[in-house]
């Protein structure tokens, strides 16, 4: 996995969780997070924000999948 080849898939899916992302490549969600953060860098990924009512309910979610990122 390199930066372009997680460019690819996020220009290909337009938005993924992090665990998505994670199990696509079979690699460690700090190793992502630190290629993404290039992108997002460069403007070209943004991280989306939480609802409002995201963790007031069951807060059984993983940060994994509550980390959302969009090709912009």
């Given at each position: 996995?390199?930066?372009l080849d997680i460019k690819q898939y996020l220009v290909r899916v337009k938005m993924t969780s992090l665990a998505a992302?994670?199990?696509y490549f079979n690699?460690?969600?700090e190793l992502a997070r630190?290629?993404?953060g290039h992108w997002v860098r460069k403007g070209k990924?943004?991280?989306c924000k939480k609802?409002?009512?995201c963790g007031t309910k069951c807060v059984q979610c993983s940060p994994l999948v509550t980390e959302?990122?969009?090709w912009v």
């Open positions: 996995m390199n930066l992302l994670c199990s690699c460690d969600s630190q290629m993404l990924v943004r991280q609802t409002a009512n959302i990122y969009e």
